[in-house]
């Protein structure tokens, strides 16, 4: 089930994404030209297309980026080569519009981002953030706060705040007497993400985790808990908890939604 407000699901990477929040969504981002790139992108087709070659990327330089982890920068920790930052996608049938930083900035004084994930949300926090910075009239005046789960980067001279809030699931994991119980119908602390003016959200890899690496003992699916269950079957139920609580929630006039699909890998 997907909530009825006025949710879009990309599924490729953070550079899809924020040209679909700048073109598609009619979001800040976009430079809006003669040529009408922006409303021809809006009727576009943006998951069908390529990448391509394009000496112009990337949009931001990571060494010159304060929100860069080190553990997530390629050239820090000695890859040699940059060509494979120099790419773009490219719809079939549209261009879309270079992301403007600056104009984004602009538009979304006063706003606040958040996104809200596992570590891919994290990795596009990022992004967003070092692409803003990049944009930012010098000296940049940006705050950086990290915690768990909720990190942020302010831009002062802007007042905007970028949001990361840090969750694998969406829904609940409760330490309880039995074990940790991963609770379908339940999201306590949902409540923390009111108030955005934009929600990018995204949930998969750890619903697939077994072993060592899964978190969970049990799963809790109304008032029947199971030692396991299938789990695109879990991942669904869970899911439309969040979809029901987008739509008795979220103010569709002040908030926009977006559900980031599934990523194939992104531990490379």
């Known amino acids: 089930?997907?909530?009825?407000?006025?949710?879009?699901?990309?599924?490729?990477?953070?550079?899809?994404?924020?040209?679909?929040?700048?073109?598609?969504?009619?979001?800040?981002?976009?430079?809006?030209?003669?040529?009408?790139?922006?409303?021809?992108?809006?009727?576009?087709?943006?998951?069908?297309?390529?990448?391509?070659?394009?000496?112009?990327?990337?949009?931001?330089?990571?060494?010159?980026?304060?929100?860069?982890?080190?553990?997530?920068?390629?050239?820090?920790?000695?890859?040699?080569?940059?060509?494979?930052?120099?790419?773009?996608?490219?719809?079939?049938?549209?261009?879309?519009?270079?992301?403007?930083?600056?104009?984004?900035?602009?538009?979304?004084?006063?706003?606040?981002?958040?996104?809200?994930?596992?570590?891919?949300?994290?990795?596009?926090?990022?992004?967003?953030?070092?692409?803003?910075?990049?944009?930012?009239?010098?000296?940049?005046?940006a705050t950086l706060t990290t915690g768990e789960p909720v990190s942020s980067v302010r831009f002062e001279d802007y007042d905007l705040l970028v949001v990361l809030y840090h969750t694998t699931f969406l829904v609940d994991v409760v330490q309880e007497d039995v074990g940790r119980v991963l609770k379908l119908d339940s999201m306590r602390n949902a409540s923390a993400w009111l108030g955005a003016h934009l929600l990018v959200f995204n949930t998969w890899h750890w619903w697939t985790y077994r072993g060592a690496s899964q978190v969970w003992d049990y799963v809790q699916d109304g008032n029947s808990t199971y030692r396991d269950m299938d789990r695109l079957t879990a991942f669904s139920k869970g899911l439309s908890t969040w979809a029901r609580w987008v739509d008795a929630n979220i103010d569709a006039s002040k908030t926009r939604v977006f559900f980031q699909g599934i990523s194939p890998s992104h531990y490379m």
């Not at 040209?19 to 009727?43: E, F, I, K, Q, T």
């Not at 990337?58 to 050239?75: E, G, I, K, N, Q």
């Not at 060509?83 to 930083?101: E, I, M, Q, T, V």
């Not at 949300?121 to 009239?137: D, F, G, I, P, R």
């Open 1 to 141: 089930m997907l909530p009825r407000v006025g949710l879009v699901i990309c599924r490729r990477g953070w550079v899809l994404m924020t040209m679909a929040l700048a073109a598609a969504a009619h979001l800040p981002g976009a430079r809006r030209s003669s040529s009408g790139s922006a409303a021809a992108a809006a009727g576009c087709d943006l998951f069908q297309g390529r990448w391509v070659a394009d000496k112009s990327y990337p949009l931001y330089d990571a060494s010159a980026c304060p929100f860069v982890p080190d553990v997530f920068d390629c050239r820090r920790n000695g890859r040699p080569d940059d060509a494979y930052l120099k790419f773009r996608w490219s719809p079939a049938n549209c261009r879309l519009p270079r992301f403007d930083g600056a104009d984004f900035l602009r538009r979304w004084r006063g706003k606040t981002v958040m996104f809200v994930g596992d570590s891919l949300s994290m990795n596009q926090w990022v992004s967003l953030a070092c692409m803003l910075h990049a944009a930012a009239l010098s000296p940049v005046r």
